[in-house]
């Protein structure tokens, strides 16, 4: 399947609204990607034009969920079908439930209820809340939050910059995240 290349982030609501699902890369065989509807040299270049902002822009208009729910690759589910989607992906018992009958882990269960407790949260503050800050916990963290997403639960839901300790932004934005039910409620959906 083939598309125009599109260089603005309003070209870009058309095509996911017309896909329903659009992967950040091209992950999906004869399926238009981010990447591959987009000209190379427009990603990471700071601009309104840079797909790699519109990424987080789609999830904090409520153009699109921004999601891991298919294996561990990003992609963006439009609006209009992220209900059907997430239904799908989580099926009818909670994520309590699914703890309850041993088929998540701790660590799912953990970030869940952190998350619960938040409108948004950064990548940096779940895992220092959750306590899993060193190296050891990586792979549970990561595996939890990839669960989560892969489960419908959760939604990347923009970037926070990362600050040292006199307050200044340093190194890379960390990724926010919020449930997937909150998300739908702030954009009416």
């Not at 989580?90 to 409108?119: C, F, H, K, N, P």
Request: with cysteine; net charge negative.
């Amino acid at each position: 399947m083939s598309h125009p290349t599109v260089t603005t982030y309003e070209d870009a609501c058309q095509v996911i609204a017309q896909l329903g699902i659009l992967p950040l890369s091209s992950f999906i065989p004869n399926h238009p990607s981010l990447e591959s509807i987009t000209q190379p040299e427009a990603w990471h270049t700071g601009t309104e034009t840079d797909p790699w902002h519109w990424r987080t822009r789609f999830a904090t208009e409520g153009v699109a969920a921004y999601s891991r729910c298919i294996g561990a690759r990003p992609l963006l589910i439009s609006c209009e079908i992220f209900p059907l989607v997430r239904c799908l992906l989580a099926g009818t018992e909670t994520v309590e439930e699914r703890y309850a009958a041993g088929t998540l882990a701790r660590s799912v269960i953990q970030l869940y209820e952190i998350i619960q407790q938040q409108d948004i949260i950064d990548v940096r503050a779940l895992r220092r809340q959750a306590g899993m800050q060193d190296k050891a916990d990586k792979t549970a963290f990561d595996r939890a939050l990839i669960d989560l997403q892969n489960s419908g639960e959760i939604v990347m839901s923009g970037t926070a910059s990362n600050r040292n300790n006199a307050g200044t932004s340093s190194g890379w934005d960390g990724t926010c995240y919020m449930l997937a039910e909150t998300w739908m409620h702030q954009h009416t959906i």
